[in-house]
């Protein structure tokens, strides 16, 4: 609830300017148990930095975050190590996140470790079950990361959070790495383990169509503001926002080519460090009006689940049929 991060710009490079970043300025939304909420936006919106800080991997700024009717907020960091067991995080560059000295099954069963869950015979049949979950034979728990490919890999990473038997996994853009083909079989799996252990996912990535499958709602980021989230039928069929409409109109899409004519944007992203007053998004904005130029437009339900920030729906309420 109203969640924020600012980071510091003093010192550094930027010693002589004083300000900050809001990274994430203001985002608000909840996420049901068993579901997948989609979190979309180019990079540098705060994406990254928003799936973070709901872990307190990142202290926020300001704000609530609520977990299974506990708010977190303030937990201590022993408290928050407690409670991390059911909210892990799987990232986009498994190979980065994987330790290259240590075998896979000694990578896989740290969490376990962390957690003071088993004893050494448990947590070797743990590890073995979840190298069979994600596709992998007992013989590849072996091997060392450098052995496998970017897709193993990632089941590597997939096997690790879901070791310690999880409640939500936030998945920082975790398919973004991988060749399309590849894309596909993660994302299959990933759905697959979600049914199977009754998980709950925040999806995290820069492009609508990867997340289009595997959500059941979708939250569009813009220079660290959420500015449209819904169903995501609504989202691909009736988008609100402008900014979610230029999106969708880039993504390439037989079906809706001859309906639908491409938004090209003008400009670059601005800075997160210098917002544009209003509106985030009114210099590139092709419906701009003139309150966007000096009046941020509120994050607001305009029809049961649809959540829109755009002043074109300040006085409508659009029907859900
Ligand atoms: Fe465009 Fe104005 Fe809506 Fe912003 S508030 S998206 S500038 S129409
Ligand atoms: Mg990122």
């Known amino acids: 609830q109203h969640l924020k991060k600012c980071f510091d710009t003093r010192g550094g490079v930027f010693a ?39 872990l307190k991997l990142i202290e926020p700024t300001a704000g609530k975050i609520v977990f299974d009717g506990r708010d977190v907020t303030s937990f201590s960091p022993r408290k928050m190590r407690y409670m991390r067991r059911n909210m892990q995080m799987i990232f986009q560059d498994p190979y980065a996140s994987l330790n290259p000295r240590h075998k896979v099954e000694k990578i896989i ?21 979840m190298l069979e979950v994600v596709g992998l034979s007992n013989d590849q ?79 569009v980021m813009y220079l660290g503001r959420m500015v449209e989230l819904t169903s995501n ?24 080519d001859a309906k639908r004519e491409q938004i090209i944007l003008q400009g670059e992203v ?18 701009c009006i003139p309150i966007c130029e000096s009046v941020r437009p509120k994050f607001q339900e305009i029809s049961e689940n649809r959540f829109v920030a755009c002043h074109l729906y300040d006085s409508h309420t659009i029907s859900n049929d």
């Open 270 to 287: 601005p800075s997160p460090s210098n917002p544009p007053e209003g509106c985030a998004f009114h210099p590139r904005c092709p419906a």
């Open 16 to 54: 002589r300017k004083t300000g900050e970043i809001k990274a994430v300025d203001d985002v608000s939304f909840s996420v049901k148990r068993g579901e997948v909420l989609g979190i979309v936006g180019e990079s540098g919106c705060g994406k990254s930095t928003m799936g973070r800080t709901l």
């Open 109 to 129: 069963g740290e969490p376990l470790l962390v957690h003071g869950i088993g004893d050494a015979k448990e947590r070797k049949k743990r590890v073995s079950e």
């Open 141 to 219: 728990g072996k091997r060392y990361p450098h052995q496998f490919s970017g897709g193993q890999r990632q089941r590597i990473g997939i096997a690790r959070a879901l070791v310690v038997n999880p409640k939500l996994i936030v998945c920082d853009e975790p398919v973004s790495a991988l060749d399309v083909s590849i894309q596909s079989q993660i994302l299959n799996l990933m759905e697959d383990l979600r049914e199977a252990f009754n998980l709950t996912y925040i999806f995290i990535a820069h492009d609508l169509s990867v997340v289009k499958h595997i959500s059941h709602r979708i939250g």
């Open 233 to 256: 039928d609504h989202l691909y069929n009736e988008p609100l926002h402008p900014y979610t409409q230029s999106l969708l109109s880039s993504i390439p899409n037989p079906d809706l």
